[in-house]
């Protein structure tokens, strides 16, 4: 008895002082490529985005990187001018340039803030940089041609990475102190960004493989594709989902059998992305985004030219996916895939990937490196509104106020006027929006460049031509004929000066501003 109370005690002295490895960075929104462990790329987290931009953050470098997030809101992303650190305002944080292309891969940030890419994916060397300054920690030399694949940190904290094409075709482990703790030769090409179960084994693909691989470096089952299998691996508790370039969606069993599969016609080489109940990929060759349940039902398809992006799902299950080879962000409806919003990025990414932030923002790159910043709906505005010629308070009328970029209406809101004219909106847009505001039966006026951000409320003071009854914004006969019409009643909706009666006072109102137009 006594003997065992040792060995135990023994045993527990040895988990204690076992190295405490860093994992995934915790709390943060998008720490790698996979966002997660499972490569879920579906966050919890944050409000619905509407498309209004927040910033444009610009590398003045290619790239056919994808950013991630890490706890303190920095986004990351490589180009081919090095490893770029933004702050969640858009303004540079640091930029990380030792002569190496980071252009093709993501890096991935852990609990300790160090931050692992791999440059020169012609020749692939894994560094590991301080995250809040930038400095090289390390860097460790894979060799291997374009290599696309990105660094994954498991729950063990090592970080695993395949290095591409002959003389590349390995999975790669290191440890945080940058040391080699082995290698594995997966075959002629290793172009996957690995995916972890539970019990800490390696998912990752290769040129004819579904592989898992012990964390001591063995294989422990090998799936037969026949046909390269790149992207990210999605894992789940008792499933694998995978795409290869035969263009077919695989459910693997985590023993390694073949649950289903479904043909999604081309090939497929971005990766997959999954929330408790769909799976998503994309077809390189018809460029649609394909959604089907755990099960392989499908579900619905979108075309817009998507090519090797692998999307991300919000909160709110929107899907976003880089569409037109990689030029156009889009958001897409989770019940029928239809398009919910569309923004032009101008230069084609292929392999553009979005990250969400904690407050729902949606980052993607374009091909040029410029950083775009979406949404989220968070924002706060307070207006002061006065209607010309309105007396007394404004109890029972409601605002209408629409937010617009490049002349480009973003959204719109309806809210009720506090008696003394003011209005207040919640769950704006954020970014910089051209306002525009109507109350009751005024024309709309026009607040340009008003700056809406998540913690900083904005506020803005119109006053508004009156007399616009059938809301076309022009006062015209047809609001001359509203007026004519309901002369001597009491009608609230057609009143203008706020006595709920329709006189002289409205008709004045009418023909004063004839022929005005609102901005
Ligand atoms: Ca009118
Ligand atoms: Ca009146």
Not at 230 to 241: A, E, H, K, L, Q
Not at 273 to 299: C, K, M, W
Not at 487 to 499: I, K, M, R
Request: hydrophobic fraction near 40%; aromatic fraction near 12%.
């Amino acid at each position: 008895m006594k003997r065992i109370g040792i060995a135990g005690a023994t045993l527990c002295l040895g988990l204690l002082s076992a190295p405490s490895w860093a994992q995934l960075q915790p709390n943060a929104p998008w720490p790698a490529f996979g966002k997660d462990y499972q490569n879920s790329r579906s966050t919890t987290l944050g409000a619905p985005t509407n498309g209004s931009l927040r910033w444009i953050y610009n590398a003045g470098s290619r790239t056919q990187s994808s950013p991630i997030v890490a706890a303190d809101g920095t986004i990351y992303f490589g180009a081919t001018n090095g490893i770029h650190a933004v702050y969640p305002n858009g303004r540079r944080r640091w930029h990380w340039n030792a002569g190496y292309s980071a252009a093709t891969s993501t890096p991935a940030i852990d609990a300790n803030g160090v931050v692992y890419a791999l440059v020169n994916p012609s020749d692939a060397i894994l560094v590991a940089l301080n995250g809040s300054t930038g400095a090289l920690l390390w860097s460790l030399y894979l060799g291997g041609r374009n290599v696309r694949s990105s660094p994954a940190i498991a729950p063990d904290g090592r970080i695993y990475v395949t290095n591409g094409e002959t003389p590349g075709g390995y999975l790669y482990c290191v440890n945080p102190d940058g040391t080699l703790a082995w290698r594995l030769y997966l075959g002629a090409e290793a172009n996957s960004t690995p995916g972890f179960g539970s019990d800490g084994t390696i998912y990752v693909g290769s040129e004819r493989h579904l592989n898992a691989v012990n964390p001591d470096g063995t294989f422990r089952w090998r799936f037969p594709v026949f046909y390269p299998v790149r992207g990210s691996i999605g894992v789940t508790s008792n499933r694998i989902f995978f795409g290869a370039w035969d263009g077919v969606l695989r459910s693997v069993s985590l023993t390694g059998t073949l649950q289903w599969t479904v043909a999604s016609n081309g090939i497929v080489e971005g990766g997959v992305t999954h929330t408790p109940d769909r799976v998503y990929i994309v077809s390189y060759t018809t460029g649609e985004v394909r959604a089907y349940n755990h099960l392989g039902t499908f579900q619905w398809r979108q075309g817009r030219a998507f090519r090797g992006t692998t999307p991300a799902v919000g909160a709110d299950g929107t899907i976003y996916a880089m569409g037109i080879g990689g030029a156009t962000m889009y958001a897409l409806n989770p019940t029928n895939g239809l398009v919910r919003w569309g923004y032009g990025m101008v230069h084609a990414n292929w392999y553009s990937s979005p990250a969400i932030g904690a407050d729902g923002t949606v980052y993607a790159l374009n091909g040029e490196g410029q950083l775009h910043a979406f949404g989220p709906l968070a924002g706060f505005l307070w207006a002061g509104g006065d209607v010309d010629g309105w007396d007394g308070d404004y109890t029972g009328t409601t605002a209408v106020v629409q937010f617009y970029q490049d002349g480009e209406l973003k959204y719109e809101m309806v809210a009720p006027v506090n008696p003394d004219g003011t209005i207040e909106l919640q769950n704006t847009p954020v970014g910089v929006h051209d306002i525009k505001v109507r109350i009751h039966n005024s024309l709309f006026g026009r607040v340009p460049s008003v700056a809406l951000e998540v913690d900083q409320p904005a506020a803005i003071q119109v006053r508004l031509l009156n007399g616009d009854v059938n809301a076309d914004n022009i006062v015209d006969d047809a609001d001359l004929l509203y007026i004519l019409m309901h002369y001597g009643q009491h009608a609230p909706h057609y009143d203008l000066n706020g006595d709920a009666l329709i006189d002289d006072a409205d008709l004045l109102i009418v023909l004063f501003n004839f022929g005005a137009i609102g901005e």
